[in-house]
T-cell receptor, first 113, second 111 residues
Framework: DAGVTQSPTHLIKTRGQHVTLRCSPI?????VSWYQQVLGQGPQFIFQ???????GRGNFPDRFSARQFPNYSSELNVNALLLGDSALYLC????????????FGDGTRLSIL | EDKVVQSPLSLVVHEGDTVTLNCSYE??????LLWYKQEKKAPTFLFML????IEKKSGRLSSILDKKELFSILNITATQTGDSAVYLC???????????FGKGTRLHILP
């Protein structure tokens, strides 16, 4: 079975642009979470979605938004990109909300010039 | 504010040594403590601990949780170069589904 898949793997943008990152959870998993990992730090929670509803939000500005589709895949959108948004964006899935452990994808490496 | 603190932040040992990685946590409505290994990209799941004093073991890796002291350790015996990675500790809350990660311990095994 395929694990969590994310696309694209790498992305280069300039300040002020917007970006959309995509995630497909493990088959049968209904909960998707997004994390930002900057170099040298642990992943930091951004959003959690379950059954297409937002169930949790981390301490990120409104420039960050996400949604979950009926097939449980998810998108993370970031507007008005800043240099500080350069990071590895990780998606994780679990069977249902509140179920651990979460399983991670390989991430999207976003670089802002 | 919830937090997870790992120590040491980096560690260099020789192949065959035993290492102990530390993790302390303060997580409201604590549910579980998780350990992940991150080599290049995706953190891969190692252990989930919910009960105090019960050791979880997988090959040369083992982990235990102390819910009274809010502490967990990850032990790796007879280390190999393939154990070189960042080891992440994380706390999960009953309040929501987010995981709070520590900064990780970067472990480097010298041949």
């Amino acid at each position: 079975d395929a694990g969590v898949t994310q696309s694209p793997t790498h992305l280069i943008k300039t300040r002020g642009q917007h970006v959309t990152l995509r995630c497909s959870p493990i088959s049968g998993h209904k909960s998707v979470s997004w994390y930002q990992q900057v170099l040298g730090q642990g992943p930091q929670f951004i959003f959690q979605y379950y059954e297409k509803e937002e169930r949790g939000r981390g301490n990120f500005p409104d420039r960050f938004s996400a949604r979950q589709f009926p097939n449980y895949s998810s998108e993370l959108n970031v507007n008005a990109l800043l240099l500080g948004d350069s990071a590895l964006y990780l998606c994780a899935s679990s069977l249902v909300w509140g179920n651990q452990p979460q399983h991670f994808g390989d991430g999207t490496r976003l670089s802002i010039l | 504010e919830d937090k997870v603190v790992q120590s040491p932040l980096s560690l260099v040992v020789h192949e065959g040594d035993t290492v102990t990685l530390n993790c302390s946590y303060e997580v409201t409505n604590f549910r579980s403590l998780l350990w992940y290994k991150q080599e290049k990209k995706a953190p891969t799941f190692l252990f989930m601990l919910t009960s105090s004093g019960i050791e979880k073991k997988s090959g040369r890796l083992s982990s235990i949780l102390d819910k009274k002291e809010l502490f967990s350790i990850l032990n790796i015996t007879a280390t190999q170069t393939g154990d070189s990675a960042v080891y992440l500790c994380a706390g999960a809350s009953n309040r929501d589904d987010k995981i709070i990660f520590g900064k990780g311990t970067r472990l480097h095994i010298l041949p």
